[in-house]
């Protein structure tokens, strides 16, 4: 009973350290939609570093970005203590303020054919990323 108690422990825990690896890399937005079908349209280029150590980093498309996340179960994520520079990019501030709205309020993270989804249930925002080399 022990043995087997031993096993479905190490073995959930191996299945839930692969879905948390799947996500370490970097990745480039290639999809931003904000509420129910309102798609935006991709004015930057923006960039999300995630490392093994719970670290993040990237680019907004004009400030970089640093921060953490917290992984859970059933695709749950959590990005904390992110910070940014404050650079003023008049022509994309909106877009974006509208994907770190996206990061910072973040509820779940899947993968998807290859490629990251980061959902917020509340107010619709999708953030969907493809792995970079």
């Excluded at 022990?2 to 825990?13: D, E, G, R, V």
């Excluded at 990061?103 to 493809?130: D, H, M």
């Amino acid at each position: 009973m022990k043995k087997l108690l031993l096993l479905l422990i190490f073995s959930l825990f191996f299945v839930f350290s692969i879905s948390a690896q799947e996500i370490i890399g970097k990745w480039e937005l290639s999809s931003l939609q904000n509420g129910v079908n309102n798609q935006i349209e991709i004015i930057a280029s923006i960039t999300l570093n995630i490392s093994k150590n719970n670290k993040i980093s990237g680019s907004g498309g004009c400030n970089g970005f640093w921060g953490s996340y917290l992984m859970g179960k059933s695709n749950k994520i959590k990005f904390t203590k992110i910070i940014s520079n404050t650079m003023l990019c008049e022509e994309i501030t909106d877009f974006e303020n509208t994907f770190f709205h996206g990061l910072q309020n973040a509820k779940t993270a899947k993968i998807i054919k290859g490629k990251l989804f980061i959902e917020n249930n509340e107010k619709g925002v999708v953030l969907v990323f493809e792995k970079t080399k």
